[in-house]
């Protein structure tokens, strides 16, 4: 009983910000989760926002940039849950989400017409928004495992 004491005043008490950045954090990924799996699922209700054009291009990805969104954004989902949770995992799975979601924009950006197909430079705004908030969440986890937040 005395060591669980000792070892809960050794950890760092967690602020106020770092609970909030891991709710902003998991509610902006939701939309993420929202947006791939109501794609996936060929839900009609959302696909009919789409043009023609754009409804034919986000249901004609090759299968392997399938699993590259799908990765990129279930593992900043997954990230997010283990950033609440005080998990030291939510650092690599930022990265991980990361780095899965710089394969995505650089072959969507490179090698598609997404550029034209995503509203031009709002498109082009919107994915480095996603890309710096991604850097932001892996910063917030890489401080908590050094502040001895996440364990």
Known sequence: MADDIEIAAERPKTPVWF????????????????????TQLGNEAYLAAFTEE???FYLG???????VWAI??????????????????????FL????FF????AYLFGFTAAYDLMGGIGGVIFSLVIFLS???FWRV????VTAGILR
């Not at 609970?19 to 109501?38: C, E, K, Q, R």
């Not at 986890?141 to 908590?144: D, N, P, S």
């Open 134 to 136: 991604l850097v932001a």
């Open 141 to 144: 986890a890489a401080w908590g």
């Open 61 to 67: 990805f090759p299968l392997w940039y399938e699993a």
């Open 19 to 38: 609970w909030i950045v891991g709710v902003v954090a998991l509610i902006w990924n939701s939309f993420g989760a929202v947006d791939y799996t109501l």
């Open 96 to 99: 991980v989400s990361l780095a």
């Open 54 to 56: 754009q409804l034919a």
């Open 72 to 93: 990129a954004v279930w593992s900043a989902v997954v990230a997010s849950i283990a950033l609440l949770i005080r998990s030291r995992l939510s650092a690599p799975l």
């Open 102 to 105: 710089i394969i995505s924009a």
